[in-house]
Structures are given as C-alpha cells and as structure tokens.
C-alpha cells in the first residue's frame, strides 16, 4: 500500500569525498527536512555546543514546525550529526 502513495525502500545514496574544509555530516530523515532547509540546518548544527546539542535543537524545531504547518501531525524525525575536527 505504502509503494502505490510512492514510499520507496531504495535510499538515496551519493558519495563525497571529504575536504578540508567540511566541518560536519547531518544525516536525517525527511521528517528534519520537510521543514528545515540544508543551510538552516548548518547554521543550527555550527551554533550548538555539541553534536548531541545540534541533533537536540534540529529534533526540536522539525517536530514544533511538523506540529504548526500539518495540524497536530509529525513525520518521523530522526538524525545523527557528526562534527569533523
């Protein structure tokens, strides 16, 4: 049933080689980004004091925005963020 509304168990997968200057993954479900864009994610991700911290605030602001915009509604919300050093 879930195929026919077209969910799909294929990921999306790309590959990038890493560069100096990245400073850190986010990797989230498309609960995380219905609402928040890439660079706002970013921009939350290098304010927090910690990896746990930006997952925290991420988590947060997806599931307050899920519950405003789709009526008491919430997608699945999940997310690991990993900082580089």
């Known amino acids: ?5 077209g ?4 990921p999306d997968v790309t590959h990038h080689e890493l560069q100096a200057s ?3 993954l986010i990797l989230a479900s498309d609960g995380i980004w219905e609402f928040i864009s890439n660079d706002e994610a970013v921009l939350i991700a290098a304010a927090a004091a ?4 930006a997952a925290s605030a991420l988590t947060a602001l997806a599931r307050k925005r899920w519950l405003e915009e789709e009526d008491g509604v919430c ?3 999940t ?5 580089f050093t």
Request: glycine letters at 0%.
């Open 1 to 5: 049933m879930a195929h026919s509304a």
């Open 7 to 10: 969910v799909s168990s294929l």
């Open 22 to 24: 990245d400073t850190m």
């Open 50 to 53: 910690s990896p746990a911290a």
């Open 75 to 77: 997608d699945d919300i």
């Open 79 to 83: 997310i690991i963020v990993c900082y």
